[in-house]
């Protein structure tokens, strides 16, 4: 697969019951990564992060594609219609990682291949 998906985010006002809630439900293990932030654990299928959404809105749900370059990638989104959302940042002990909406303004994040811990099962 060229570009799989590798991550995912669950974001919302409260961080500790989000990570309770998964925790309770899936038996997923919550691995604490920053302030606000974990790292949710499934034990198959791809690994994530469940957290409090720094913006104050409602949250999302985001999943991560893994792609060689991001820049690029980028690029190519803004020409076939999608938006920049987050600028390509490097994540404190992690990998580099970007956001963007497509054409109907679903956000979608991108991870660069073998930029840190792109968390994978």
């Known amino acids: 697969m060229a570009n799989p998906v590798v991550h995912f985010e669950v974001l919302g006002k409260n961080a500790d019951a989000l990570q309770s809630f998964y925790k309770d439900i899936f038996n997923w293990q919550i691995q604490p990564a920053v302030p606000g932030y974990a790292m949710a654990l499934p034990g198959t299928g791809i690994n994530g992060g ?72």
Request: charged fraction near 25%.
């Open 50 to 121: 469940i957290g409090g959404d720094q913006g104050g809105g409602a949250g999302r749900v985001t999943f991560y594609v893994e792609v060689k370059d991001i820049d690029s990638t980028l690029r190519s989104i803004e020409k076939k219609g999608g938006k920049t959302v987050q600028q390509p940042m490097d994540v404190p002990n992690g990998p580099r990682i970007a956001l963007f909406s497509d054409p109907e303004g679903h956000v979608i994040g991108l991870i660069k291949a073998g930029s840190g811990t792109a968390a994978r099962a």
